[in-house]
């Protein structure tokens, strides 16, 4: 399964992407279009699953430790 | 001289065309989401309310106070950062820790958290500096952090690479004789893809490798390995509808460490823009992961001499987490927030648990709300 998952997002990589000119790029500035939308509930959300899951990272680094791990 | 003037003519057209975008009342921010250019000024202030409960008991409550900023530092730069505050209150729930470092029969602790980054832009890549402390009864973590992006000509492809060095001094409330640390380096790759006009992806790859006390100082039979090495593979597809006037964002996450758990996780969120100062987001998490190769829900184990905990983070599980957020614009630069979530964790969720592990069902809640404002 993680094999096709890894496959299926290098297609969309390797084959969707079409040139895009500045003059192009209105919807994909939008706030609602950012990776990170809210990095205030960002950070608050992650605190909560990294401290009831034992998955992490991926996003960023040096977010920093806590007690909670 | 006619090859003059057509390329004027043309310089001149796109310029009109990127300055009636930036016109767009709340639609540009400055750069696509790949980054590369200082984002505009902005400050968020507000508080989050969480409680959880186990087994029909109410357990713990935590109150969080928090502050984040993106302001301009000198030249092309922007400095950010952000302040918590946990304040937690409660019993921590069954074979869990907590949100902060003390758990155990009743908890009453503190955690004072800051970051700051310091972001360069510089014509085709940044370089950025962070660091960060978080402080408890019982914990101190002190976290320095590099990264730099790196972008395409044409700005639809940016690469990012990080690392950070992190050390942690860990120590018990109710045991003096707990003196121990833990050193870990993490590092990131990244790539971040406008797709077409509509829509863009971001994958990254992050990996860290710890060394030192992991085990939880409030569980006298606790006994994990003392190193842990682990892998998360992050993507984020984001696709604008404007038939619908709405973004879909799709995050998978797959994760892998030294201790055998393998953890895979989905989130769907729809921003659902509503007239001119309204957006609604409905969103959708679940999550699963393997239980760690030490791990057992026998209490005490039968061997006290081997690797052991009965933690339930470190069980077969699953979780679905469901929320609803809500934005409103009270002028331009001026927004309030609230969101709610709630989340439901049990062994019966995993997808790919082997062993049934009698772990009690968990739930938890919490609501953020926020005050937005934003600089031109």
């Given amino acids: ?69 | 001289m006619k090859k003059k003037q057509l390329r004027r003519n043309e310089r001149n057209r796109v310029k009109a065309l990127l300055s009636a975008a930036l016109l767009i009342p709340g639609l540009y921010i400055g750069s696509v989401s790949a980054q590369t250019a200082p984002s505009s000024p902005e400050v968020r202030i507000g508080y989050m309310e969480y409680r959880d409960a186990q087994k029909s008991d109410d357990r713990m409550r935590v109150h969080t106070p928090h502050a984040w900023f993106r302001l301009p530092g000198f030249g092309k730069s922007e400095v950010e950062g952000s302040l918590t505050f946990d304040s937690m209150s409660g019993a921590s729930p069954y074979f869990l820790s907590t949100l902060s470092g003390a758990s155990g029969m009743g908890v009453d602790d503190q955690r004072k958290a800051g970051d700051l980054k310091y972001t360069h832009y510089l014509d085709s890549f940044s370089v950025g500096l962070g660091g960060a402390i978080s402080t408890e009864n019982d914990y101190l973590s002190k976290t320095i952090s590099g990264e730099s992006r790196i972008w395409s000509d044409d700005k639809n492809t940016t690469f990012t690479i990080a690392g950070s060095l992190t050390g942690d001094d860990i120590s018990s409330r109710i045991d003096a004789r707990v003196d121990e640390d833990r050193r870990t380096g993490s590092v990131l790759v990244g790539i971040t893809q406008v797709i077409d006009d509509k829509s863009l992806v971001q994958s990254n790859v992050s990996f860290s490798s710890g060394d030192g006390y992991y085990s939880d100082p409030y569980k006298p039979l606790d006994n994990r390995p003392r190193s842990r090495e682990e892998w998360a593979w992050l993507t984020q597809y984001r696709r604008f509808l404007s038939d619908y006037d709405a973004a879909l964002h799709l995050d998978y996450r797959l994760f892998a460490d030294s201790w055998d758990v393998m953890a895979h996780n989905v989130s769907v969120a729809w921003y659902q823009n509503i007239g001119e100062s309204w957006v609604i987001r409905p969103s959708i998490r679940y999550y699963t992961q393997s239980e760690a190769s030490f791990f057992d829900s026998e209490v005490p184990p039968v061997d006290r001499e081997k690797r052991f905990s009965a933690d339930q983070r470190l069980s077969d599980f699953g979780s679905v987490t469901a929320g609803i957020k809500l934005e409103y614009a009270m002028a331009k630069d001026l927004s309030v927030s609230v969101s709610a979530d709630v989340m439901h964790q049990r062994s019966g969720l995993a997808a790919f648990g082997h062993e049934a592990t009698d772990i009690k069902p968990f739930n938890a809640a919490f609501g953020i709300v926020q005050l937005i404002k934003r600089f031109p």
């Fill in chain 1, 1 to 69: 399964m993680n094999k096709h998952v890894c496959i299926l997002i290098l297609l969309v990589l390797a084959t969707a992407c079409t040139p895009v000119k500045p003059w192009q790029k209105g919807n994909l500035a939008r706030r609602d279009m950012a990776i990170t939308t809210d990095p205030f509930e960002s950070n608050l959300r992650d605190h909560i699953f990294d401290s009831k899951e034992a998955a992490r990272g991926g996003r960023s680094v040096g977010g920093g430790g806590c007690g909670c791990n």
